[in-house]
């Protein structure tokens, strides 16, 4: 079981108004008894302690925030110890929890043996060295963290083009020297830096970020290449009127089952954070034989990167420009509605904001019954599902075919058997009203799409 399956514990109520020490979070440790465990883990795995700063919100919300924190550090591979929060107006601008409270987590660092922090939140280049060096061991905010996890999970070309252009902006503004080597130079008159290096020169960290930026171009490139492979494929696909849908939602609601469970397709499915980062485009049918296209995408998270956002915008536009988008819930989730919210924020980020919604609660068969109730009253459009037993399934697709746009002109036609591609094309395309075999040809009456209209129009029938 997950720190993200487990139950938190009870928290004892703090003081918003109070400056208060360092409030331990319930549950979050994952350390492992059983050697065989940590052997078939396959990795060394990081001692963490997760630390937040509670600004705003329930507690409640904070330790939601924290569980999450740890699937997260798992996903990575680490090892959760303990987590805890501490409750403050704004983040400590120097150390994101403030000196004293930094030097409380060195104590707890040195009582669990850690060797990493895991922050809750996004930390400034300078918050990260401060707090290093009052803690003494790695500092990992949120960011860097889901980007570690995607780092591991790319697998395509284009992923980890993506992964790599988001992990260096994030990199750019944190890059810093140790010590004397930070005004280390790479010219100079006297300097050895070899032909071509002499003169004013430039220091040490200044070389680096400009071989950053210069990565930065070349991957941005690279993705631009690989964007428009994509976009030929998306615009082909609207040409040929194929109505496109989009599977998004939080990761780990079972958006790969999903596609799995509506097309008969086989795209990796298991039970971690991020486990598809590359789209999965596949090609189905509705009930009444028209076709249309299901892309499965990147799971979001709160607070994904902005990185990762930009970097993954290419392949997140299968969202954007979908002509549905079923938004994912995981039904057994304690607060799917905070996880609905992340996700609209993510799609109206990518410019998705208009494309219509069907929400899809998944994962009803043990779902709780009060959740469902919850959303039922929530999001009274929403249709319930199991990816696992086929449950609702019926009742999503009847619903995507009357969400989907309808072809909106009349035709009656006899089609001649030599013109078979034309009734084909009918069945792809079209919505087919009736279809009869005569002496002559093919009767068909169908709506269609002005394009395929002129096409029958010779063998229209008045």
Known sequence: MTSAQRPLGTADA???TQETGLHHV???????????????????????????????????????????????????????????????????????????????????????????????????????????????VKIVDRTALILDIFAQRATSREGKAQVELAQMQYMLPRLRGWGQSLSRQSGGSGGGGGMATRGPGETKIETDR???????????????????????????????????????????AGKSSLLNRLTG????????????????????????????TLADTVGFVRHLPHQLVDAFRSTLEEVAEADLILHVVDGTHPDPEAQIEAVRTVIEEIGGAGVPELVVVNKADSAPR???????????????????TGEGVEELLARVEEALPHPDIDVEALIPYTHGHLVARVHEEAELISETHEEAGTRIRAKVEEDLAAELAPYAVN
């Not at 090892?79 to 104590?107: H, N």
């Not at 030929?232 to 939602?249: F, H, I, M, S, T």
């Not at 999001?379 to 696992?388: D, L, Q």
């Open 370 to 388: 009060d959740v469902l109730d919850r959303l039922a009253e929530s999001e009274p459009a929403a249709v319930a599902v199991s990816a696992r």
């Open 265 to 292: 397709s086989e795209a990796l499915v298991q039970n971690a954070l991020f486990a598809t980062l590359d789209p999965t485009v596949r090609r189905t049918q509705t009930q009444s034989g028209r076709s249309y």
């Open 14 to 16: 703090i003081d918003p």
């Open 26 to 136: 319930a549950a979050l440790s994952t350390e492992l008894q059983d050697v065989s465990e940590v052997e078939q883990r396959q990795v060394r795995l990081e001692r963490v302690v997760l630390v937040g700063a509670w600004t705003s919100g329930t507690l409640e919300d904070a330790e939601s925030s924290m569980a999450e924190l740890a699937a997260l550090a798992e996903s990575a591979g680490a090892l959760v110890l303990d987590g805890v929060i501490q409750r403050r107006d704004k983040p400590d601008p120097a150390t994101y929890i403030g000196s004293g409270k930094a030097q409380e987590l060195r104590d707890l660092v040195l009582d669990h043996a850690a060797d990493t922090v895991v922050c809750d939140g996004e930390l400034s280049p300078s918050q990260l060295v401060r707090l290093e060096e009052v803690v003494k």
């Open 210 to 252: 400009r071989r950053l930026r210069e990565k930065v171009s070349k991957l941005r490139r690279e993705l631009d290449g690989m964007k428009a492979g994509r976009d030929l494929k998306r615009q082909e696909r609207k040409r040929n009127k194929v109505p496109a849908v989009a599977l998004a939602g939080y990761t780990n």
